[in-house]
């Protein structure tokens, strides 16, 4: 399985309520490699979304090109799932369905019945099979939405600020299983957050951006081990210069300053 | 005072049974049987019986605790028409009948009243049935297909407000038979809110919805009848309910085609004699056929949305 993606001089346009033109993305240029975790951070309306749905083929580029693994990224497709911000789950399907859904859809779910269970072991939903997405917390909806992306093994995982809406602690742990999962798994991970913690933690590449005109600041490579300390100065000095990138630099002494 | 709530509605009816033996009835209504003590009797004795079975089932228990300030006050709404019409005849005598006489037309007329039933219910039947069919599937392909929706949606505007009698004459000559004909226009009442919910209920669906089955490997079609029907479902009960009851509405106005039975047929026949005592209880009869379809209506949606209890109410 490889899963390597090339964006190359990416543009992305929209027209804004009063007709004029906005450009969401402005020469966006971006290789990821074949099993890489790439996060992508940057203030609120630079274009992060805009990117992955591009990657994900909900939209298309008005200039340059996607591709994934060289061919060309058309339309949405089970080799790149995608993880919404809230979970999405289809509110009439059980977990289990839920899970289910695009083996199903993908008429491959006779032979591959067992990694339904196994993915909801793995999220830690095993005995809420039968319960339905509003009988859930939301860090458990989230962990089922987990499952169901990951379950149809797509190459690439698309994640938009997939763990936003959670507290810190259930954060924390899907933080780990989403890191475990990778490693088991070796998939390309591409994800939106503005948690800067996160990304360092989980990331081999942080893309800082810029809104405005919306382009790439600066790829910061993360060269720590895993499992990486929080608190080991090294993570620290990562967190400074990332912070000073996206123009919060002042503020670093103070620990719990995020975006 | 959950016992109390129980034992209401024996109390109402027990006063109206009361009311009714007591009371002489005033001599400008005429002789009848006292039907109206028979139906109390009748469903003082049905109440009874849930009533003791509610001290075994905690279910029913609650059911009639709920519903016990409603049976009251329906029975003693009964007791005081009773006593507006054939106790002290302060209504006009001749629209407002005793409800002896009313529930004496049942009892005395039945062998029509059942005949006119059944006839009725092919009707809606047939009505509901290509009506609700029908009007879900042009509502899905107008939620789904742009171009359909272009041509259709301003068919379906001028359509939708022309009342049933306005089609009668179109109606007559175009199908080769009264009961095909009554039965389009039932149909056509209901395929109009049943379309308008069910496309309204597709184009509601959350986008991400459809983004994301995308992304599971989900193509068009499946999409449709995975995401686009089951998130509608909600919208397209609300749209039959209201298809169901504007059918109820153009029942009488069907039947006034050469119709040979039917509920609305002999309301509008009684109407046109001044039996109003027949009149009532024909609306009667409607009231009761109603409620009894809607009651298996939500009872099928009960079955088909489990999956909304908690997230919305209705
Ligand atoms: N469908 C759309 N129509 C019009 N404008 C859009 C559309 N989608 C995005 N935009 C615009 O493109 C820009 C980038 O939006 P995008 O959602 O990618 O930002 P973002 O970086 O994800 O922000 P956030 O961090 O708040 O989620 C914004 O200015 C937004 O207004
Ligand atoms: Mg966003």
Redesign the pocket.
Known sequence: MVGEIIIDNAVKK???ADGDE?V?LNGINLDIKPGEFVSLI?P???????LLRLIAGLIFPDGGRLTLDGKEIKKPDCERGFMFQNHTLFPWLNIYDNVAFGLRARKIYKEKKHNVDEYIELVGLKGFERSYPHQLSGGMCQRASLARALVGHPKVLLLD?PLGALDAFTRMNIQDEILRIRKEHNMTMIM?T?DVDEAIYLSDRVVVMSARP?KIEKVVSIELAHPRARSNPEFLKYRGEILKLLNYGGKITELEYYL | MNLFKKIIPILSAVLAIAVQILVPRSSLHPQSKPYFTYVLIGILSVYLIFFIASFRSKKLNEKLVYRGYFIGGVILFFNILNLLTAKLALLPILYFPSLDRVFGVMAEEYDVLIKCILYSLRLLGLGIFFGALIGIITGICLGFSKSFSYWISPVIRILGPIPSTAWIPLVLISFPSAVSASAFLVGLAVWFPTTLMTSSGISNIQNSYFEISGTLGAGHLYQVFKVGIPAAMPNMFLGLFNGICSSFITLVTAEMIGAKYGIGWYINWQKEMLSYANVYAGLIIIAVLFSVLITLLFRVRDRFLNWQKGVIKW
């Open positions: 929209f027209m804004s906005v969401a940057g609120s309306g630079c274009g992060k979304s805009t600020e939106v503005h919306a």
